[in-house]
């Protein structure tokens, strides 16, 4: 019974290392994407806008400009540009994904794989052995037989 429980630990481990480190990942791109654009250093050009057909009110309604003045012998803030930066934000989701799969199975077998004997069934879909039946034998057996999932759990 400790086992399992300290199997589960260990893959709570790798689980919450994995996300958490995605987390951080995310904000430091996401933020630093935002900053490189205040500070000009984002070298993605915007695309191109059409107002031929917009009536001139709304052209001239959007249209802001802002001067900055720095006070003398202030040094302009150079911000640092990482090419991470550049990346859609469509890519905001399954960056952070992939982050979180990689990192969380290299801790969680730096940590110390489980004993799939020891697992608890009911955590593995019904579908697992249906999911490998177009792979070649050996690889079918070892998932339907020699894996023996769930065989020495213990319920608590």
Same mark, same amino acid.
């Given at each position: 019974?400790?086992?399992?429980?300290?199997?589960?630990?260990?893959?709570?481990?790798?689980?919450?290392?994995?996300?958490?480190?995605?987390?951080?990942f995310t904000m430091?791109?996401?933020?630093?994407?935002?900053?490189?654009?205040?500070?000009?250093?984002?070298? +993605?050009?915007?695309?191109?806008?059409?107002?031929?057909?917009?009536?001139?009110?709304? +052209?001239?309604?959007?249209?802001?400009?802002?001067?900055?003045?720095?006070?003398?012998?202030?040094?302009?803030?150079?911000?640092?540009?990482?090419?991470?930066?550049?990346?859609?934000?469509?890519?905001?989701?399954?960056?952070?994904?992939?982050?979180?799969?990689?990192?969380?199975? +290299?801790?969680?077998?730096?940590?110390?794989?489980?004993?799939?004997?020891?697992?608890?069934?009911?955590?593995?879909?019904?579908?697992?052995?249906?999911?490998?039946?177009?792979?070649?034998?050996?690889?079918?057996?070892?998932?339907?037989?020699?894996?023996?999932?769930?065989?020495?759990? +213990?319920s608590t």
């Amino acid at each position: 019974m400790d086992r399992d429980i300290d199997d589960q630990r260990l893959f709570f481990q790798g689980a919450f290392t994995g996300a958490f480190s995605a987390l951080i990942f995310t904000m430091w791109f996401g933020f630093g994407q935002t900053f490189a654009r205040n500070f000009g250093t984002y070298s +993605v050009p915007p695309r191109a806008t059409i107002t031929d057909l917009c009536p001139v009110e709304f +052209v001239n309604a959007t249209t802001t400009t802002t001067t900055t003045t720095l006070a003398p012998g202030v040094e302009p803030y150079e911000f640092p540009h990482v090419p991470i930066y550049e990346v859609s934000y469509m890519w905001f989701s399954a960056i952070p994904c992939m982050w979180t799969i990689v990192v969380g199975t +290299v801790v969680s077998f730096l940590t110390g794989p489980q004993d799939p004997k020891t697992l608890n069934p009911k955590l593995i879909s019904p579908a697992l052995g249906g999911l490998f039946s177009f792979w070649p034998r050996k690889i079918r057996d070892f998932f339907n037989k020699d894996l023996q999932i769930g065989i020495n759990y +213990v319920s608590t």
